[in-house]
């Protein structure tokens, strides 16, 4: 992988969570090229400031974005999570 990506892990781990809210902490990790417990803190991350919330849906997690929150460096405050998510042309899942 290249020493450097145009978006942070936190932005990848948000996007996979767009695209399938019941994804495994596992197939986030993999997807991201991180381990499982960077994964679970940066869930808990985007939870502590509102991004998402974790629902608990039997022995699995069901994870809710908050579109309207807005991204955190003030060269993109004024764009909102649902901007990012359409503008890299993830899906977002259909609601449960």
């Avoid at 450097?4 to 936190?10: E, G, P, V």
């Avoid at 781990?13 to 990790?29: E, F, K, N, S, Y």
Wanted: overall charge negative.
């Amino acid at each position: 992988m290249a020493s450097w990506t145009f978006l942070s892990n936190h932005a990848h781990v948000l996007l996979c969570v767009a695209a399938d809210p019941d994804r495994t902490l596992h197939d986030i990790a993999v997807r991201v090229g991180i381990t499982e417990r960077g994964v679970q803190l940066i869930l808990a991350d985007l939870i502590a400031e509102g991004y998402l919330e974790r629902e608990r849906v039997g022995r699995r997690n069901h994870y809710k974005i908050h579109p309207e929150g807005r991204l955190r460096h003030p060269l993109e405050a004024h764009h909102r999570v649902a901007d990012l998510v359409a503008a890299l042309g993830v899906e977002p899942a259909a609601p449960a």
